[in-house]
């Protein structure tokens, strides 16, 4: 099992939309949750952090569930903006600060 | 404004030569991280240093090496006995002190021909 899965998508929405990822993680002792944002032949760049039980910032929504090991996050009134990959990244609280990184989901917003 | 910078951004190399990716970063971080990236894969971790003249091999180091002489410096050189060395590769530092959020250099995307 990978220490962090993400469906790969893409998720395709139109504008105005909203639109929920989900991203799983094995390791139950991980402590820190984030949502990166990366787009095309770009940098990864820091969306939001997730803490106990989420946060809100915006149109975004994170949320931990911790019984259920998985975070989520919610975008609404999706803009052609929002269009990009979105990877769900762990600290997997190993002793140092490494952070493990998913895949992505990828989002298309169109028109 | 602090960031991290990493140059070049582009690099193409003949097969069997090093190459030093350079990454310096003026935010005062003390961890620094070297990350390779290829198509439709997640992020893998190369090495990474928690503080200066100390580093350490994360998940993929062969055919890597690193130094860290300076907090703001932490130059990674692809050698020759990597074998598949094409791939966007990242640096990152983070605050630590509590803070475990990564902030990402722009990347430096190898070509080996």
């Known amino acids: 099992r990978k220490e962090v899965e993400q469906d790969p998508g893409p998720f395709n929405v139109p504008e105005g939309a909203t639109v929920a990822f989900n991203c799983t993680y094995s390791?139950?002792?991980?402590?820190?949750f984030f949502w990166y944002r990366q787009d095309c032949r770009k940098e990864p760049k820091l969306l939001m952090s997730?803490?106990?039980s989420g946060n809100e910032d915006g149109r975004f929504t994170a949320q931990l569930n911790r019984a259920s090991q998985y975070i989520s996050l919610l975008i609404r009134d999706s803009k052609l903006s929002d269009s990009a990959t979105y990877l769900c990244?762990?600290?997997?609280?190993?002793?140092?600060?490494?952070?493990?990184f998913g895949t992505g989901t990828r989002l298309l917003v169109s028109p | 404004d602090g960031g991290i910078t990493q140059s070049p951004k582009y690099l193409f190399r003949k097969e069997g030569q090093n190459v030093t990716l350079s990454c310096e970063q003026n935010?005062?971080?003390?961890?620094m991280y070297w990350y390779r990236q290829d198509p439709g894969q997640g992020l893998r971790l190369i090495y990474y240093?928690?503080?200066?003249?100390?580093?350490q091999k994360g998940d993929i180091a062969e055919g890597y090496s690193v130094s860290r002489e300076k907090k703001e410096s932490f130059p990674l050189t692809v050698t020759s006995a990597q074998k598949n060395p094409t791939a966007f590769y990242l640096c990152?530092?983070?605050?630590?002190?509590?803070?475990?959020?990564?902030?990402f250099g722009p990347g430096t995307r190898l070509t080996v021909l």
């Open positions: 390791n139950s002792a991980s402590q820190s």
């Open positions: 997730v803490y106990s």
């Open positions: 240093s928690q503080i200066v003249n100390d580093f």
């Open positions: 990244v762990v600290n997997p609280n190993t002793g140092f600060q490494k952070l493990v």
């Open positions: 935010l005062n971080h003390d961890a």
């Open positions: 990152a530092s983070l605050a630590g002190g509590g803070f475990n959020e990564q902030f």
